[in-house]
Every structure is written in structure tokens, then in C-alpha cells.
């Protein structure tokens, strides 16, 4: 197989192109791969989650050159790369992806490319979670949920709103904005904190910056919107948990180790907090007897904050064509590693 930067358009004939995680079997439908697979290539889409240990993940991977990662869902740590001798090319969807080893697929001049990202969906999500958990939507929902037409337990819990309350924000980016902006039109107050927001940028958005420790302690409904780094992994600790209302209401749909998930479960099992609204966990796909599964006050949903066919389309469209430019000795939206 030749370098990335002597490949050319023929190149992709008996090029094997792996579609990971692809859980409600739509990559196909979304974009057009048919260049692809008119210039030689096969492309495969695993529907199933390929398991959690490197040599299983790696087995099944080994016959591909060109991988293309929904988000975070498969890692491709350095274990798991050193264990793919044929690979090229790997296209991860949206503009980061934490899961996979920047320095060692650089290490071996494999090219990381990204894709397109809207944050819209994610934002729009975040809000049925809110609003989920508030009015209690678990057990008043009918036909289908656990709610009243499975057991006649019609009204049975009284709801919370939102007009006059304290959102507030841990990030201020695209995804905090757009959520803040909603927050706004509900007639909430809205702050926000982040270790490099400023008050100006806060007040662009019409949002008042606060101190970390105020944002803990005054917020009815806390959201996170922080990119996952070192810095901001287990940000959300104990120590901030307790800072918490008891009927305050955290909310994370955007990286489960950003919140200490056994300090949460703690906090959820000593009534410390009023409740959680996830959509992100440690470990992906939520692992049947995960605490948080029993833990009371909880709101859970399979990381679904971007699955939208408005975002898979970005995020195929774009992978295929990454993939084009790869293979004209051009690889585009290369992610880079990070800044010391």
C-alpha cells in the first residue's frame, strides 16, 4: 500500500473502507458512496458496538485501510491501532474526537480527518432532557412509557417550570449558546462559567458570568457544555456536587468523564441533588448494571444528543468526501495534536 501523499483516484481500487457503530443502519441512505465503490473500493458498515477489548475490536478491523469513527463510540487508542497494520486513513465524524490517539497515528503518518458539526441538535436535545426531567415526562408519558395508560395513574406528579429560574451554564461555547438563547425565551435567568469566559462574552450572548462556586450554588438547572480535555475531565467532582441545591437538576449531554459519575451516583443516592438528565457516560454503551441504571432521579438517554438525519448527513457526506481527498494525495480537515 503507498503513502497518503503518493495516492491518486485510482488508488482506491481494492481499498476496504469500515463504517463503525453505524446503530440504526442509515450511513448508506445518507450519502452517496457510489464514487467510492465505482473506483474500486468496499465499503462495510458494522451496525453492532464492537466490544470494549482491543484484541476483539482490532480482529475485526485488521482487513480495513480506511476507517470512518461515529464520534467517541469506538476508541482507536494506541493498543488498538498498534494491532492494525493495513490502516491508511481514519475519518472521525464532527471536529474532534478524544477517543483516538493523535500521537500515535501520527507517529505511524496515518491522517485523522474530521468532518462537518452541528450544534443545533445537540442544544434541541438538551432541552427535552430539561424539560423531561422537570415536568416529569417518565411517568406522565402514555402509550408506550411507563406513564398512565399502563396504570391508570392519571396526574400523578406535579411538575416544575421554567419562567423566573436559574439556568446556568458550566461552558459558553457554540452548544452553551445556543442553549442559553432558549433559557432567555423561557424568561429564566441565565449564567454562565468557564475558566476562560469572559464577561464580554458572556454579555454578547445577554448572560451574566459568575464565579465557578456561585454556579454551583445558585443554579436550578445546571447544564454541561465543555469540550473534554484534561483540564475539564472530572471537572464536575464531589466537592462541586455538594455545592448544588437539593432540588437542583444537572443535565450532560456533552462528555460522561467530564462529570465523576461515582460522585454523582453518591450525590443522586443521598438526595444531595434533585436529579440527572444524561445523555454521555464513562463507558459507551451504558453497561447493564451501571449504578446510574437504579440510581433514583435519573433521566437517561443513549447519546442521542446528535443523532439527528439532519447531522448524519453532514457527518457522511463530509467522511466520503475525506475520504476523496485522502486518496488524491490531498487529506482534508486534518485534526492536528493538540498544543502543548
Same mark, same amino acid.
Given at each position: 500500500?503507498?503513502?497518503?501523499?503518493?495516492?491518486?483516484?485510482?488508488?482506491?481500487?481494492?481499498?476496504?473502507?469500515?463504517?463503525?457503530?453505524?446503530?440504526?443502519?442509515?450511513?448508506?441512505?445518507?450519502?452517496?458512496?457510489?464514487?467510492?465503490?465505482?473506483?474500486?473500493?468496499?465499503?462495510?458498515?458494522?451496525?453492532?458496538?464492537?466490544?470494549?477489548?482491543?484484541?476483539?475490536?482490532?480482529?475485526?478491523?485488521?482487513?480495513?485501510?480506511?476507517?470512518?469513527?461515529?464520534?467517541?463510540?469506538?476508541?482507536?487508542?494506541?493498543?488498538?491501532?498498534?494491532? *492494525?497494520?493495513?490502516? &491508511?486513513?481514519?475519518?472521525?465524524?464532527? /471536529? #474532534?474526537?478524544?477517543?483516538?490517539? !493523535?500521537? +500515535? =497515528?501520527?507517529?505511524?503518518?496515518?491522517?485523522?480527518?474530521?468532518?462537518?458539526?452541528?450544534?443545533?441538535?445537540?442544544?434541541?436535545?438538551?432541552?427535552?432532557?430539561?424539560?423531561?426531567?422537570?415536568?416529569?415526562?417518565?411517568?406522565?408519558?402514555?402509550?408506550?412509557?411507563?406513564?398512565?395508560?399502563?396504570?391508570?395513574?392519571?396526574?400523578?406528579?406535579?411538575?416544575?417550570?421554567?419562567?423566573?429560574?436559574?439556568?446556568?451554564?458550566?461552558?459558553?461555547?457554540?452548544?452553551?449558546?445556543?442553549?442559553?438563547?432558549?433559557?432567555?425565551?423561557?424568561?429564566?435567568?441565565?449564567?454562565?462559567?468557564?475558566?476562560? *469566559?469572559?464577561?464580554? &462574552?458572556?454579555?454578547?450572548?445577554?448572560? /451574566? #458570568?459568575?464565579?465557578?462556586?456561585? !454556579?454551583? +450554588? =445558585?443554579?436550578?438547572?445546571?447544564?454541561?457544555?465543555?469540550?473534554?480535555?484534561?483540564?475539564?475531565?472530572?471537572?464536575?467532582?464531589?466537592?462541586?456536587?455538594?455545592?448544588?441545591?437539593?432540588?437542583?437538576?444537572?443535565?450532560?449531554?456533552?462528555?460522561?468523564?467530564?462529570?465523576?459519575?461515582?460522585?454523582?451516583?453518591?450525590?443522586?443516592?443521598?438526595?444531595?441533588?434533585?436529579?440527572?438528565?444524561?445523555?454521555?457516560?464513562?463507558?459507551?454503551?451504558?453497561?447493564?448494571?451501571?449504578?446510574?441504571?437504579?440510581?433514583?432521579?435519573?433521566?437517561?438517554?443513549?447519546?442521542?444528543?446528535?443523532?439527528?438525519?439532519?447531522?448524519?448527513?453532514?457527518?457522511?457526506?463530509?467522511?466520503?468526501?475525506?475520504?476523496?481527498?485522502?486518496?488524491?494525495?490531498?487529506?482534508?480537515?486534518?485534526?492536528?495534536?493538540?498544543?502543548?
Amino acid at each position: 500500500m503507498t503513502s497518503p501523499t503518493e495516492l491518486r483516484p485510482h488508488d482506491l481500487h481494492g481499498v476496504r473502507i469500515a463504517i463503525l457503530d453505524d446503530y440504526q443502519g442509515v450511513a448508506r441512505e445518507v450519502a452517496d458512496w457510489s464514487s467510492l465503490e465505482a473506483a474500486g473500493a468496499e465499503v462495510t458498515a458494522f451496525r453492532g458496538h464492537l466490544g470494549h477489548d482491543d484484541a476483539a475490536v482490532a480482529a475485526a478491523l485488521e482487513p480495513f485501510q480506511v476507517i470512518v469513527a461515529m464520534r467517541e463510540r469506538t476508541p482507536l487508542n494506541a493498543a488498538r491501532l498498534e494491532l *492494525l497494520p493495513n490502516l &491508511r486513513l481514519i475519518v472521525s465524524t464532527g /471536529r #474532534r474526537n478524544a477517543s483516538i490517539d !493523535l500521537k +500515535a =497515528t501520527s507517529a505511524r503518518g496515518i491522517p485523522v480527518c474530521a468532518t462537518g458539526y452541528l450544534p443545533s441538535p445537540a442544544a434541541e436535545h438538551t432541552w427535552a432532557l430539561i424539560h423531561a426531567a422537570t415536568r416529569r415526562l417518565d411517568a406522565e408519558l402514555g402509550s408506550g412509557g411507563t406513564g398512565w395508560t399502563h396504570d391508570d395513574g392519571w396526574q400523578t406528579t406535579v411538575g416544575q417550570g421554567l419562567e423566573g429560574r436559574r439556568l446556568g451554564l458550566l461552558g459558553l461555547g457554540n452548544l452553551g449558546e445556543h442553549v442559553a438563547r432558549v433559557g432567555l425565551a423561557f424568561g429564566m435567568e441565565v449564567v454562565a462559567w468557564s475558566q476562560n *469566559l469572559t464577561d464580554e &462574552r458572556a454579555a454578547e450572548v445577554g448572560v /451574566r #458570568r459568575v464565579e465557578k462556586e456561585e !454556579l454551583f +450554588a =445558585t443554579a436550578d438547572i445546571l447544564t454541561v457544555h465543555l469540550v473534554l480535555s484534561k483540564r475539564s475531565r472530572g471537572l464536575v467532582g464531589a466537592a462541586e456536587l455538594a455545592l448544588m441545591k437539593p432540588d437542583a437538576l444537572l443535565v450532560n449531554t456533552s462528555r460522561g468523564p467530564i462529570v465523576d459519575q461515582g460522585a454523582l451516583v453518591d450525590a443522586l443516592a443521598a438526595g444531595t441533588i434533585g436529579g440527572a438528565a444524561l445523555d454521555v457516560y464513562d463507558v459507551e454503551p451504558l453497561p447493564a448494571d451501571h449504578p446510574l441504571r437504579t440510581a433514583p432521579r435519573t433521566f437517561l438517554t443513549p447519546h442521542i444528543g446528535y443523532v439527528t438525519r439532519e447531522q448524519f448527513e453532514v457527518f457522511y457526506r463530509d467522511a466520503v468526501e475525506d475520504i476523496k481527498a485522502w486518496a488524491a494525495g490531498n487529506p482534508v480537515r486534518v485534526m492536528e495534536l493538540p498544543a502543548k
